[in-house]
Structures are given as C-alpha cells and as structure tokens.
C-alpha cells in the first residue's frame, strides 16, 4: 500500500528555516518522480518543488534559491529544506506522487 507521511511544519519567523520530510512506504521513492505542493487559505494547491528519479530538480519562481530538495535513499524520504522564510510561504505542504498525496504538515510563518 503506497503512503506517503509529511512532517516538519511548524511556527517561525520570518527570515527563519524548517526542514519538511516526506517518508514513503509501500514503495521505492528513488524510482520515481516526487514532488511537493503547499496550499495557503482560500488559494489553490500550486507546486513548489519536484525531483526526478535521476535527482533533477525544479522549483518555483516563488521559492527558487531558497528552497532545496533533495532525497534521502536510505531512509526512503524527500526532504525539502526551506531557508529565509517569508510569510506569503505559510501554506499545507503535501508531498505527491502521482494520484497519491500525504495529508499535508502545516507551515507557519510568522512574528
């Protein structure tokens, strides 16, 4: 049964950092193609990051050069390491994979 768990999220401040990790079960994430998505209040889901299975990354304009994905083999887990936060990034982040989405972990940035 393929699964993927979100954690992570938090309170920070802004100009602050959070490192979000994706962990999957049911299947082998260095096969395939991830990627991260985040919905703020009353906006739609958009894309912020993805990994290929051979390790190429793309981001956003919004998040590029702050922003970091990367994928931990050995523990089957992407990571998203998110520096100088700002608060337009407070948002649900989910981790998906195709049809399949975590539930999301929650980012707050704030003073």
């Known amino acids: 049964q393929v699964q993927l768990v979100e954690s992570g999220g938090g309170l920070v401040q802004p100009g602050g950092s959070l490192r979000l990790s994706c962990v999957a079960s049911g299947f082998d994430l260095a096969y395939y193609h991830i990627g991260w998505f ?66 999301g972990t929650l980012v707050t940035v704030s003073s």
């Open 38 to 103: 985040r919905q703020a209040p009353g906006k739609e889901r958009e894309g912020v990051s993805t990994i290929t299975a051979g390790s190429n990354t793309k981001y956003s304009d919004s998040v590029k050069g702050r922003f970091t994905i990367s994928r931990e083999k050995a523990k089957n887990t992407i990571l998203l390491q998110m520096n100088n936060l700002k608060p337009e990034d407070t948002a649900v982040y989910y981790c998906n994979l195709g049809n399949y989405w975590g539930k």
